[in-house]
């Protein structure tokens, strides 16, 4: 698959769709081209059936995302209109990176900061390095962070590590990171790749379908209990027991044999 730019690289590898930032000389800082880059990548992993699972990486060992592009920010994000366009840019990628219907994994080895944090936020699992280091230093720069983002974190660590990420703006290690429930899992760094594609493999073994109803009630959940679509839960659900990938498990359960699912 060709990329739309060179400094994000798609690749398809088995039930596995990479995707690479590819920035080493600014620690795959992420480009105002990359954040463009990004929706229609993931777009045509979503369109794949073949892909079952979506990892996110940087190019290298030294960075998973070391923020967004500051280089740029003087251009691009130095009046009311630029701030405004930059930022609707970068929240259509984060959206449909959340919203991917396939399950996403943040590999990240090193820095993971500032937007490159916004960015495993949006991944369904994150699975570090033990030399990765996390921060958001968004009050060294004066800049705001937008609801969406702040929220996401809220939801995963809790109000308290939330404020404390932000207010102290320093780095945190992985076992830190790990603590306060930023990631998933911490293994060494010279097995961190070995045990995605492990993770990987794992996953592209189960039901399409059942992990999209997941991930979909889980979006739910996330929201006001107000707004939450109940009918769109039951929708998910009812689709997995429709579905030809049931039959498929409950006889492969009863024949004592490994299922082999569709998404269908």
Same mark, same amino acid.
């Given at each position: 698959m060709i990329s739309p730019s060179e400094r994000v690289i798609a690749e398809k590898d088995g039930a596995i769709g990479w995707m690479i930032f590819n920035n080493p000389e600014r620690r795959n800082a992420v480009s105002l081209d990359m954040w463009q880059a990004m929706p229609v990548? !993931?777009?045509?992993?979503? #369109?794949?059936?073949?892909? #079952?699972?979506?990892?996110? #990486?940087?190019v290298g060992d030294k960075a998973f995302i070391s923020g967004a592009d500051i280089s740029q920010f003087e251009k691009q994000r130095s009046s009311p209109e630029s701030i405004a366009d930059y930022d609707r840019i970068a929240e259509l990628a984060n959206q449909k990176l959340g919203e991917l219907r396939k399950p996403t994994i943040a590999m990240i080895y090193g820095f993971c900061i500032g937007g490159g944090v916004g960015v495993a936020l949006q991944c369904d699992l994150r699975i570090a390095a033990d030399n990765a280091r996390f921060g958001v230093p968004a009050?060294?720069?004066?800049?705001?962070?937008?609801?969406?983002?702040?929220?996401? !974190?809220?939801?995963?660590?809790?109000? +308290? *590590?939330?404020?404390?990420? *932000? *207010?102290?703006?320093?780095h945190f290690s992985t076992a830190e990171a790990l603590a306060m429930g930023l990631v998933n899992?911490?293994?060494?760094?010279?097995?961190?790749? +070995?045990?995605?594609?492990?993770?990987?493999? !794992?996953?592209?073994?189960?039901?399409? !379908?059942?992990?999209?109803?997941v991930k979909g009630v889980v979006s739910e959940l996330a929201r006001p209990v107000a707004q939450l679509d109940r009918e769109r839960c039951e929708a998910l659900v009812k689709r997995c027991f429709d579905s030809a990938d049931y039959i498929e498990g409950r006889r492969a359960f009863m024949e004592k044999r490994k299922p082999v699912f569709a998404g269908k």
């Amino acid at each position: 698959m060709i990329s739309p730019s060179e400094r994000v690289i798609a690749e398809k590898d088995g039930a596995i769709g990479w995707m690479i930032f590819n920035n080493p000389e600014r620690r795959n800082a992420v480009s105002l081209d990359m954040w463009q880059a990004m929706p229609v990548i !993931l777009d045509h992993f979503d #369109r794949d059936p073949a892909i #079952r699972v979506v990892v996110l #990486r940087g190019v290298g060992d030294k960075a998973f995302i070391s923020g967004a592009d500051i280089s740029q920010f003087e251009k691009q994000r130095s009046s009311p209109e630029s701030i405004a366009d930059y930022d609707r840019i970068a929240e259509l990628a984060n959206q449909k990176l959340g919203e991917l219907r396939k399950p996403t994994i943040a590999m990240i080895y090193g820095f993971c900061i500032g937007g490159g944090v916004g960015v495993a936020l949006q991944c369904d699992l994150r699975i570090a390095a033990d030399n990765a280091r996390f921060g958001v230093p968004a009050a060294r720069l004066g800049l705001g962070y937008r609801w969406a983002g702040v929220k996401k !974190l809220v939801d995963l660590v809790g109000p +308290s *590590f939330a404020k404390e990420i *932000f *207010f102290t703006a320093r780095h945190f290690s992985t076992a830190e990171a790990l603590a306060m429930g930023l990631v998933n899992r911490a293994v060494p760094e010279t097995e961190l790749e +070995s045990y995605v594609r492990n993770y990987c493999a !794992l996953i592209a073994e189960n039901a399409p !379908l059942t992990m999209e109803a997941v991930k979909g009630v889980v979006s739910e959940l996330a929201r006001p209990v107000a707004q939450l679509d109940r009918e769109r839960c039951e929708a998910l659900v009812k689709r997995c027991f429709d579905s030809a990938d049931y039959i498929e498990g409950r006889r492969a359960f009863m024949e004592k044999r490994k299922p082999v699912f569709a998404g269908k």
